[in-house]
């Protein structure tokens, strides 16, 4: 899976995510004006690459009879950059109050199965609970449509055409072998109760209850949260390592220092003079980077490699710190203590390519003109925030977007 930041806020309509809907941002194959009939003859077409990818033509036939071709789909595909959130308007849904307290009861309904999981695969309850609680609200919005229609969409559409057929094909296999009754998704594709891929069930969906079935989608969600952790163990993560965890960065803070990219060891920071948000001396989980995903007016983060490891559910900033702040709280711990600059607004899609273009005539190179804030983009501003005498935090703002018009 390829990191591509900050390219699923976009699909947050009404929950934060959809895993692993890290799709490619290549254009493979020309858009088009989509019907059921234009879908029908993409289905024969289709038929001859399936059979031979391994696909029964029993199954083939009896899955994709029928299947509806659904414009709305195309249309989400489509707008999904349209959509951006700050980082604190996400975290007052991600990790709402009502998000923690149906994340408690959850645990304390499924306490025992969790703790197999957690010790089966090393990856703390309160982290699979958090997964599951931004991807499906703890198992009770799944998703109602179809994933074959979905993804036959998608993949006739052609827009991504081989990365949807891939998934499609996987998805079949998931209906071939029995695995699933019900078969509803998110309109990506990303279904079950932590909205996997098909192409990640084949990966990484494991039999948590020993049925012969690697079923994320029944109302049991056990081989679902185990395959979570399988998925988090995969891609390395460490427990007892914090995602991260709040700082306050000392006067006089060198804002330069304040990217993904500067990693130091945990005494240096320290001697630095950043503490934790309660002022206390950093505890030492290795090498980290400080991260302010708002700002220098907004919270910073002390990030460990874990960070990375959620990274691979979906490279969202928000989205990292949403589980990672989720998981905290369902462990009893504080709210984010610092505010956030809510007087900002985020930037439209137009602005935040307009930001990048004028960044590269401004000699700036922000690595594309995509509408993403990625790490290039970041880099770009602080360039020129430095250039200007401004506090270099690398925050994409209006402001920003104002100086260099
Ligand atoms: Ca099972």
Do not use: C
Request: charged share 20%; no cysteine.
């Amino acid at each position: 899976m390829q990191a591509l930041v900050g390219m699923i806020l976009a699909a947050l309509l009404q929950w934060p995510a959809a895993a692993q809907t890290i799709l490619p941002d290549a254009v493979e194959g020309e858009a088009k004006m989509g019907s059921q009939t234009g879908l029908d003859a993409w289905v024969q077409d289709f038929r001859p690459r399936a059979l031979a990818a391994g696909v029964p033509a029993a199954t083939f036939d009896a899955s994709l009879r029928g299947v509806e071709f659904n414009a709305k789909v195309v249309e989400r595909d489509r707008n999904q950059n349209e959509f951006s959130k700050t980082i604190w308007d996400y975290l007052d849904t991600a990790v709402s109050e009502d998000r923690v307290a149906l994340g408690m009861k959850a645990m304390a309904k499924h306490r025992a199965l969790l703790d197999r999981i957690a010790a089966e695969y090393g990856v703390e309850a309160e982290i699979l609970a958090a997964v599951w609680g931004l991807e499906s609200a703890y198992g009770t919005y799944r998703g109602d449509l179809p994933v074959l229609g979905s993804l036959a969409t998608l993949a006739y559409d052609g827009r991504r055409a081989a990365f949807f057929e891939a998934e499609l094909i996987a998805a079949l296999k998931i209906i071939d072998g029995g695995h699933v009754e019900t078969f509803t998704g998110s309109w990506a594709g990303a279904s079950g109760h932590t909205q996997f891929m098909p192409s990640s069930w084949e990966a990484f969906a494991v039999d948590f209850d020993g049925d012969g079935k690697r079923n994320l989608w029944g109302e049991d969600p056990g081989d679902a949260l185990a395959s979570t952790a399988n998925y988090l163990r995969h891609w390395g993560w460490t427990k007892g390592q914090p995602w991260g965890l709040e700082v306050t960065l000392p006067e006089g803070f060198d804002y330069d220092q304040t990217t993904e990219r500067v990693v130091k060891p945990v005494p240096d920071w320290q001697a630095m003079g950043i503490r934790t948000a309660t002022g206390a001396d950093l505890p030492d989980h290795g090498p980290g980077s400080i991260l302010l995903p708002g700002g220098h007016r907004g919270a910073a983060f002390l990030i460990f490699p874990n960070f990375q490891v959620i990274e691979r559910y979906n490279t969202a900033d928000a989205y990292i710190i949403g589980i990672g702040h989720l998981a905290d709280r369902l462990k009893g711990g504080p709210p984010i203590a610092a505010s956030w600059p809510r007087d900002l607004r985020a930037l439209t899609l137009d602005e935040r390519r307009e930001l990048q273009d004028r960044l590269g005539r401004a000699g700036f190179d922000p690595g594309g003109v995509d509408g993403r804030m990625g790490p290039k983009t970041i880099a770009a501003v602080k360039a020129f925030q430095t250039a200007r005498g401004l506090i270099p935090d690398g925050y994409p703002s209006l402001e920003i977007l104002s100086l260099l018009r």
